[in-house]
């Protein structure tokens, strides 16, 4: 059973750049969710896909967006990049429960 | 407005002793709660969960109780080695929401000394 993967796993952009982080979901699983989590705290809900729907979103602008594919994969799309947005990225794979299992991660820095 | 908490920012345990980690709530609609475990430069891991129906939950060395009235759950880890050194978050996910949003609180980081 592969696990969820995530990539890259380093990105370094500058402020106003435009990033796309990938995400591979658990085999069987349908449902995937972003995930913020900067320094020190815990992670903080983005938004969750099911079936290539967005199924839910956490309190993030819209230059946030997503995409679901029919392989069940996401992409997480982030535009007009700000300092803040530096970050580690998760994505989690799920299928239609709460224990949602989480890929290593994208260590966004802008800068 | 930080709907799960974890007050203790970190833990030290000697070996072979019992650690409690504690969290807690403020939203009612939580119905279904989940600890998870970090180690440097990795996702969060799934330990264990807990669903508003029970008031225990066991797995092995870990074990989750939640008092409903409180608004609290804890895990404990019993006995607790050395490899339990890491982040620990507790997760809430509300009514309704089964496969939905988590929220998680700050986190906890646990030390077990040898």
């Known amino acids: 059973e592969t696990g969820v993967t995530q990539s890259p796993t380093h990105l370094i952009k500058t402020r106003g750049q435009q990033v796309t982080l990938r995400c591979s979901s658990q085999?069987?699983?349908?449902?995937v969710s972003w995930y913020q989590q900067a320094l020190g705290q815990g992670p903080q809900f983005i938004f969750q896909y099911y079936r290539e729907e967005e199924n839910g979103r956490g309190n993030f602008p819209p230059r946030f967006s997503g995409l679901q594919f029919p392989n069940y994969s996401s992409e997480l799309n982030v535009n007009a990049l700000e300092l803040d947005d530096s970050a580690l990225y998760l994505c989690?794979?799920?299928?239609?429960?709460?224990?949602?299992?989480f890929g290593p991660g994208t260590r966004l820095t802008v800068t | 407005d930080q709907q799960v908490k974890q007050n203790s920012p970190s833990l030290s345990v000697q070996e072979g002793r019992i650690s409690i980690l504690n969290c807690d709530y403020t939203n009612s609609m939580f119905d279904y709660f989940l600890w998870y475990k970090k180690y440097p430069a990795e996702g969060p891991t799934f330990l264990i969960s807990?669903?508003?129906?029970?008031d225990k939950n066991e797995d092995g060395r870990f074990t989750v109780f939640l008092n409903k009235s409180a608004k609290h759950l804890s895990l404990h880890i019993v006995p607790s080695q050395p490899g339990d050194s890491a982040v620990y978050f507790c997760?809430?996910?509300?009514?309704?929401?089964?496969?939905?949003?988590?929220?998680f609180g700050q986190g906890t980081e646990l030390s077990v000394k040898p």
């Open positions: 997760a809430a996910s509300a009514v309704g929401n089964q496969g939905g949003k988590l929220i």
């Open positions: 989690a794979s799920s299928l239609g429960t709460a224990e949602q299992y």
């Open positions: 085999s069987g699983h349908n449902t």
């Open positions: 807990i669903s508003s129906i029970k």
